[in-house]
C-alpha cells in the first residue's frame, strides 16, 4: 500500500509522516488553498526532516515559470497536476521529473477517459468531481463512490484521493481495490491544520487494510457491511 499524506505545511507534520513511514509527502502550491505554501517555506519545512519520504508538488493549470520558481527553492521528486494532459505531458518534459494527472470521475466511462488521457505520464491521483461551486478542484473533503474503482486496472499507478480519513480508509481500499491512497483534509482538524495523530492513525489504518479484494471477495465485503448474512 502505498500512502500520500498531502498538505503538509508545518514540521510536525512531516515529522509524523517521516515517523509513519508514509511513501510520499504533498506540498500545495495552489493558492486558494487552506494547505498553500510558498516554496521557501516548503523547502524550510522539508528541511527539518533531511531524510524524509519523496515529496510531491501539487499545482492547479500552473504556467511554467511557476513550477520552475518553486523548484528552484524545493527540489521536489514528483509533479501532481491539476490540467490538461496535454499540459500535463508539456510539464514532464520541460522539467523531466515524473508527473501524476490528477482527475475527477463520477462514471466507469470518465476512467476509460482518463486511461486514454494518461498516455506518456507517469501516475493517476482519481478523486470525485468538486461539487458545485468548489474553488478548488480537490482537496473539498468528497468520496467518490469507492465501489465504482472495483475492477478498474489502468497500466498507470494510481492512488484513491478524496474524502479519506482514518475511519473510513480501509473500507476504501477493499471497496476500490487501490494500491495507494492520498489524504489532505481528513487528517485534519480544522481546514489546512493538520494533525499529527490523525497522520499516524492513517497511515497505521491503510497499512492494515485488505488491499486489492476479488471481485467475489469485494461482493462478500459489501454483503458484511449490509448486514447480509
Same mark, same amino acid.
Given at each position: ?8 505545511? &508545518? ?5 509524523? *509522516? ?17 494547505? +498553500? ?15 524524509? =519520504?519523496?515529496? +510531491?508538488?501539487?499545482? *492547479?493549470?500552473? !504556467? ?25 505531458? @508539456? ?55 469507492? &465501489? ?14 478524496? %474524502?479519506? =480519513? ?12 487501490? !494500491?495507494?491512497?492520498?489524504?489532505? &483534509?481528513?487528517?485534519? =482538524?480544522?481546514?489546512? *491544520? ?19 479484494? &476479488?471481485?467475489? %471477495?469485494?461482493?462478500?465485503? @459489501? ?7
Amino acid at each position: 500500500m502505498r500512502i500520500k499524506i498531502c498538505g503538509i505545511n &508545518s514540521a510536525e507534520a512531516l515529522a509524523a *509522516v517521516v515517523a509513519g513511514r508514509a511513501d510520499y509527502a504533498g506540498f500545495v502550491f495552489f493558492a486558494r488553498s487552506p494547505r +498553500v505554501v510558498t516554496a521557501a517555506q516548503a523547502a524550510a519545512i522539508r528541511a527539518t526532516q533531511p531524510d524524509a =519520504t519523496p515529496t +510531491v508538488g501539487l499545482f *492547479v493549470e500552473p !504556467k511554467l515559470d511557476e513550477i520552475a520558481a518553486v523548484l528552484a527553492v524545493m527540489p521536489l521528486d514528483i509533479l501532481q497536476i491539476y490540467a490538461e494532459p496535454d499540459r500535463a505531458r @508539456e510539464i514532464r518534459g520541460r522539467f523531466g521529473r515524473p508527473v501524476w494527472l490528477a482527475r475527477g470521475v463520477s462514471s466507469r466511462a470518465d476512467l476509460a477517459a482518463v486511461e486514454r488521457e494518461s498516455e506518456g505520464l507517469d501516475g493517476l491521483v482519481i478523486e470525485s468531481k468538486p461539487p458545485p461551486g468548489a474553488t478548488r478542484p480537490g482537496g473539498n473533503a468528497t468520496a467518490i463512490d469507492w &465501489s465504482l474503482l472495483a475492477g478498474w486496472y489502468p497500466r498507470l499507478p494510481w492512488l484513491l484521493a478524496g %474524502g479519506l =480519513t482514518p475511519d473510513n480508509v480501509t473500507a476504501a481500499i477493499a471497496r476500490s481495490g487501490t !494500491k495507494g491512497v492520498d489524504v489532505s &483534509s481528513g487528517v485534519e =482538524t480544522h481546514p489546512g *491544520v493538520k494533525d499529527p495523530a490523525l497522520i499516524t492513525s492513517f497511515i497505521e489504518a491503510s497499512r492494515n487494510a485488505p488491499a486489492g479484494l &476479488s471481485a467475489a %471477495g469485494h461482493a462478500e465485503y @459489501e454483503r458484511r457491511e449490509q448486514g447480509v448474512p
